[in-house]
């Protein structure tokens, strides 16, 4: 896993591979069970809609109104969201000065990281309004906002991504319509399923990190430390993106158990 977390799906925790059709062994890193998903915490707020209160608007061409998502608005969403220290961003490549016919521009390339997710990176664009030295620092500031407004509105709604499109979706249609009464979630995150098929989903996580070599003890351990709740009280909306990512690893421990050539 990226980000500093040095976990090889390739090999057992005691840094051996399995051999072709033999059981792993007991793995002894616990931290191999952290999965490569977002948590079920980090899940639950993308799932949110954005509160249209933080939705500013600008005149673009033809006159139109473009609704659209401040720079710092994005950041204090996703610290909400994915916590302090919990995610960031860099440049890829340098901040570019395009000359044009109509004037300058700068784009920018930005790649945000955040831990259990692929990473996203998008371009972004900003013009030079003035020709002065604090013109270009703002166009070229502007570029690399923008791109890392792009690369975050990948997470969804969240972000604004409900503001892209002709007609633009979800967000912006938030914002002029009633909003219907939203009913607490029951606790157990379980809706629309019953306790019954979050029994079956423990099960079979259980049963996927046995595959992998891991006790049921270490499990509930690394489901404590990952979720910070007890692995009895997590419903199938948190348990499904843990079972995906357990799934996935255990496919690529058997496709390095088998070698290229399988």
């Given at each position: 896993?990226?980000?500093?977390?040095?976990?090889?799906?390739?090999?057992?925790?005691?840094?051996?591979?399995?051999?072709?059709?033999?059981?792993?062994?007991?793995?002894?890193?616990?931290?191999?069970?952290?999965?490569?998903?977002?948590?079920?915490?980090?899940?639950?707020?993308?799932?949110?809609?954005l509160?249209?209160?933080?939705?500013?608007?600008?005149?673009?061409?033809?006159?139109?109104?473009?609704?659209?998502?401040?720079?710092?608005?994005?950041?204090?969403?996703?610290?909400?969201?994915?916590?302090y220290?919990?995610?960031?961003?860099?440049?890829?490549?340098?901040?570019?000065?395009?000359?044009?016919?109509?004037?300058?521009?700068?784009?920018?390339?930005?790649?945000?990281?955040?831990?259990?997710?692929?990473?996203?990176?998008?371009?972004?664009?900003?013009?030079?309004?003035?020709?002065?030295?604090?013109?270009?620092?703002t166009?070229?500031?502007g570029?690399?906002?923008?791109a890392?407004?792009?690369?975050?509105?990948?997470?969804?709604?969240?972000?604004?991504?409900g503001?892209?499109?002709?007609?633009?979706?979800?967000?912006?249609?938030?914002?002029?319509?009633p909003?219907?009464?939203?009913?607490?979630?029951?606790?157990?995150?379980?809706?629309?399923?019953?306790?019954?098929?979050?029994?079956?989903?423990?099960?079979?996580?259980?049963?996927?990190?046995?595959?992998?070599?891991f006790?049921?003890?270490?499990?509930?351990?690394?489901?404590?430390?990952?979720?910070?709740?007890?692995?009895?009280?997590?419903?199938?909306?948190?348990?499904?993106?843990?079972?995906?990512?357990?799934a996935?690893?255990?496919?690529?421990?058997q496709?390095?158990?088998?070698?290229?050539?399988?």
């Amino acid at each position: 896993m990226k980000n500093g977390t040095s976990t090889h799906p390739s090999t057992n925790g005691n840094g051996t591979r399995p051999t072709n059709g033999a059981a792993p062994t007991t793995p002894t890193n616990i931290s191999e069970l952290h999965w490569d998903a977002l948590s079920p915490n980090v899940n639950e707020a993308l799932r949110q809609p954005l509160d249209p209160a933080l939705v500013s608007e600008r005149k673009g061409r033809g006159g139109r109104k473009f609704s659209y998502i401040e720079g710092h608005t994005a950041i204090d969403q996703a610290n909400q969201v994915f916590g302090y220290g919990g995610w960031g961003y860099e440049l890829v490549g340098p901040v570019v000065l395009h000359q044009i016919k109509s004037g300058a521009a700068y784009s920018a390339t930005v790649r945000v990281t955040v831990p259990g997710a692929p990473s996203r990176t998008d371009v972004g664009f900003q013009p030079v309004n003035d020709e002065s030295v604090e013109g270009h620092e703002t166009a070229y500031k502007g570029a690399v906002t923008d791109a890392l407004k792009r690369a975050l509105r990948s997470f969804g709604d969240r972000f604004g991504n409900g503001l892209y499109g002709d007609p633009p979706t979800a967000t912006a249609q938030r914002r002029t319509q009633p909003q219907p009464k939203r009913h607490a979630a029951p606790s157990n995150g379980t809706e629309p399923r019953s306790e019954d098929d979050a029994r079956t989903f423990r099960t079979q996580l259980i049963e996927l990190s046995a595959q992998q070599g891991f006790s049921e003890e270490q499990v509930r351990n690394a489901v404590q430390n990952k979720t910070g709740r007890d692995l009895d009280d997590l419903g199938v909306a948190e348990l499904t993106p843990l079972i995906a990512s357990a799934a996935d690893k255990l496919q690529q421990r058997q496709r390095n158990g088998n070698g290229s050539g399988g």
